[in-house]
């Protein structure tokens, strides 16, 4: 039996190794770890990654997979869906770093099975729409950048970055509260909260001082 870490990479605002930090801060020990740098969660579903292709590959009954969310196996739902219960068919337990769930398909009760289910439903479901939310307000962000292209004031420099961006849209979607995600990020709560509510703007921030 052995522990696997499976991370995922999309942007250069993002790292293998701060996932990995994450997951040995958190306590698990592992013993392999197995990444994609550079893949979108969107357009390519884990069995076609270079290194997702492998998880499939290795994976054996009473091994844990680690990853920090299920938004590091796929933002698409039906993917993610699918993905985890054919690792659970093969005796494989899933394990998250982010709100510490686990998911097993040892249990024959039907009761858990049903809450079990349901919940990977569910945080598939918040992978997916987060995505899309983001895709929104990227896009929401360079249209008012574009209609702002000939004003050089460019308003006071953004306190977070694109990656502290990217956290708290990842924790919000998680449903964690403006407190938590400014521990976690470092942030005051009013930056937070500015990326909470009007994301396309603190996108267009982001564009127009070129972070």
Known sequence: MQTILYARVSTT??????QEKQAR??????????????VSGVTTRLVDRPEGR???DILRSGDVLV?????RLGRNYA????TIREFMRRGVVIKTIINRMTFDGATTDPM???VRDALIAFMAASA????EATKAAQAAGIEHAKANEGNAYRGRKPSFTRAQMGTVRDMLAQGAGVSAIAQATGLSRQAAYR?????AEAEAALMKWGM
């Open 195 to 199: 990326i909470k509510d009007d994301p």
């Open 13 to 18: 605002d993002q790292t293998i190794a701060h």
């Open 67 to 71: 990853v920090r969310w299920v938004d």
């Open 128 to 131: 997916q729409a987060q995505a």
């Open 112 to 114: 858990q099975q049903a």
């Open 25 to 38: 801060d958190a306590g698990f020990t592992l013993d392999r770890v197995i990444s994609d740098d550079g």
């Open 54 to 56: 492998r998880l499939f």
């Open 79 to 82: 993917d993610v869906t699918e």
